[in-house]
């Protein structure tokens, strides 16, 4: 049996592996200030286009939002607006609120996208000292229905962040994907132009762990080791995650292996549509959402280890489907065979029905 949970139950592409070994013998500096760290961070900020960028490597996804946010917040009376849907509000355990931040939700669309209107209308209820006071906002890229928001929707977004005085992060712990999506019309360049921050997720993507945290914010670069050393998250092997995301970036291979998630995910798409399954939201990356009756999405779950996504008021369930860097022909054909003759199940047992 193929799991179709997750994207990171594999450990890591050999390449990375063959990099780790070639490498451990050596004697690194130690808490990230090693050479293949910076050789690493060169590397990001030359495809970011943007010399003056700061990057810390951190080991997993809620570290790296943890900080990345508790460094651009320096009032503890200052909040995060966020979708519904995302990450830090449904699926990091109240990490930022322990950090002493406030996470503001705003009802989204399946399609799990934060707008400008749906930012203007949290500041609108949120105008006086009896209030937290909106500051940042977080989008993810993959959002967590697996969507993309275009280049017009993050421009639209920035313009409003910066003409409020909101701080724009950007959580990419599937940015791979994302880049790597047909429909994207997005840039590194472009995210390092008009976001405060983003971060390039590598646990999802074919490394064992890390996460780069990219700041254009300067005020957000000043003491920035003090804050990873005070909230635990500074390696003192860092270089471990700097090999990494070295030879990741080195020839391609990152954006290779998000390539191959999103080719295996498309041709599972093509079986769902063809067997006359809906999306919950549109399929574009390396998630994807289906709607389906109860006792088949419960076979999914049972056979592929898909995730139940959510019951919809009609009874229907959702399911996510996520595919990774590992996954094989033959699990993605096993697969869309399986909804194929769900087709051919429901056809016989409407013929009998009737």
Known sequence: MYSFKNDYSEGAHPDILKALCACSGEQNAAYG?????AAAADMIRGLCQSPKSGVAFIGGGTPTNVLALSALLRNPYEAV???DSGHINVHETGAIEYSGHKVIEAPVSPEGKLSPEDVAGV???HETEHMVVPKLVYISQTTETGTLYSKAELSALSAFCR?????????????????????NDVTLAD?????????????????????????????????????IKQKGFMLAKGFVVGIQFEEALRDGLYFDMARHANAAAAKIAEAVAQSGFEFYSKPQSNQLFVILPPEIAAEAHEKYCCNIDRTLPDGRTVIRIVTSWATTDEAVEDFSAWMIKQLCFGLVKSIIEA
């Open 33 to 37: 200030k090693d050479k293949h760290s």
């Open 81 to 83: 607006v966020c979708a």
């Open 123 to 125: 500041l609108r209820r």
């Open 163 to 183: 003409e409020n005085g909101l701080y724009l992060y950007v959580d990419g712990a599937r940015l791979g994907s994302a880049l790597m999506a047909e429909e």
């Open 191 to 227: 995210l390092a132009a008009l976001t405060d921050a983003f971060c390039i997720g590598g646990t999802k993507n074919g490394l064992l762990m890390g996460e780069a945290l990219v700041m254009q914010n300067a005020e957000m670069q000043d003491h920035l080791r003090w804050l």
